[in-house]
């Protein structure tokens, strides 16, 4: 499954960069690309792995951003 979770509080390539670190970490994760001036993170994960979103959503906090919406 492809996800865009829009975030704020990623403010340059290095804090997108940790980011996208965090979240492609994650077993099930396939992909990740964080983008600070889109404020946005794209991810593909299984969605079969038992609470995944919520550790894509952890990950991400984790490292500074908020979650929107």
């Given at each position: ?43 593909d ?25």
């Open positions: 499954m492809q996800k865009k979770i829009y975030v704020a509080g990623m403010f340059d390539d290095d804090s997108a960069n940790k980011v996208g670190a965090a979240v492609s970490a994650i077993a099930g994760v396939t992909s990740c690309s964080a983008n600070a001036l889109k404020a946005q993170v794209l991810v994960f299984d969605e079969g792995v038992a609470g995944i979103e919520a550790a894509i959503n952890s990950a991400i906090e984790a490292n500074g951003a908020s979650v929107l919406g």
